[in-house]
């Protein structure tokens, strides 16, 4: 602890759980320990893709320094003058091939199996049972919204909406036949297909959406700037060791890589706008 600009401990937390599991965050913590060498303690909140605009901001507050949080959370925040998030700069990799190594993923429309030959297109799903997982989602909720109003369509398009609360919810949903459809993180569905192989089975892939910015990693504006840029560094260089590029190998990250404000913005931006007032509640017409 001789460095003085380094903290006796960091505060990390994700919104991200359960779709992104907590041992990745684990894994981070761990890494972080060993290079800044302080403590860094973990916090979880699975209720939010982010803390909420009538929520304590646990950033304004000082009990998180570095978290992770979904685009459209970020994007409020960002927007916000009295906020103290910052972007951090750096993003996850993902080993998707069809993004290989780039900070983007993508939303992967799931039915049952045993209704591939019954919803072949997105446009085969009127009238059908959907879930999402949060109202702020990109890859749950923001993007459905996006492809309905595509097709001149809002969310009487489907039967029946359920809100599910989160990712892993939505497709256990599916599995069981509760509901027919739901628009999945493919970074979550592609991590428990790795985890479950047998998911490769009782699941059918109708379309995806994307590529879409991935969530980005945010910093509170009251850490030095000597330790953002060690944050940084020691992020961007993580997969050179192979201890540690093996266990993000596991998640099916590749190593975290640079990214800009415009990065985020750009696509995420022009969803929200395509957007617009448009929600997953049903309308009603007189």
Known sequence: MADQAIPLRLRLITYL?????????ELLKEYLEEKLQC???LLSESRWSGPPADRVDPFATGDADIGFVCFPT???????????????????????????????????????????????????????????NDDYSLSGCLITLRELRKIGENANFFGNIVRSGAHLKSI??????????????SNTL??????????????HIVTSWGPLPVYPA???SKLPEELRNSL???????????KWQARLNEFLVTKFVPVTLEDLQGEGDKIREEVGEMTMTKEVNY
């Open 17 to 25: 759980t359960p779709g992104v599991p907590i041992e990745y965050f």
């Open 39 to 41: 403590y860094v303690y």
């Open 74 to 132: 970020f994007h409020r925040m960002f927007l916000d003058p009295n906020s103290t998030v910052i972007l951090l700069g750096i993003a996850a990799g993902n080993a998707d091939p069809r993004i290989q190594d780039q900070p983007m993923y993508f939303s992967d429309v799931i039915t049952h199996k045993d209704n591939c030959t019954k919803f072949k297109e997105f446009k085969d799903l009127r009238g059908s049972r959907w879930a999402y």
């Open 172 to 185: 256990k949903m599916v599995l069981d036949k509760m509901v027919d459809g739901a628009a999945i993180d």
């Open 190 to 203: 592609s991590y428990q297909m790795k985890c479950d192989p047998e998911l490769r089975k009782k699941l």
């Open 218 to 220: 945010v910093v509170s």
């Open 232 to 242: 940084v560094s020691h992020f961007l260089k993580m997969h050179e060791d192979p």
